[in-house]
């Protein structure tokens, strides 16, 4: 059975770094495609960065390009999101997702590519 279980998050100031971590078990990620996906109070779920399995260039989305990298240790099976410079707009919950088998078409930054999900992790980010 596949489980996301996220950590990482908390509060920052302005311009701080938090590295967000997603350990993945019952499935191997590298096989996966895995993406990072917030969503704030009252607004829908956006896609931030994405990696197709064992594809090397990953994808940022524009409104954290040059802040935001996703990596991933497979010895770990574990999934990151390093977040730089952060802004008080990039305050959300965060989710971790995995589309595994039977996930159709992979849009890396539509919540409708994923079959997996994890609970999330809050970052707040103040002024």
Known sequence: QVHLVESGGGSVQAGG???????????IISDYSMGWFRQAPG??????????????????????????????DNAKNTLYLQMNSLKPEDTAMYYCAAQ????????????????????GTQVTVSS
């Open 17 to 27: 770094s938090l590295r967000l971590s997603c350990a993945a078990s019952g499935y």
């Open 43 to 72: 607004k829908e779920r956006e896609g931030v960065a994405a990696i197709y399995k064992r594809h090397v260039s990953p994808y940022i989305a524009d409104s954290v390009k040059g802040r935001f990298t996703i990596s991933q």
């Open 100 to 119: 595994g088998p039977g996930g159709g078409v992979w849009w890396p930054f539509s919540s409708l590519s994923y079959n997996y999900w994890g609970q």
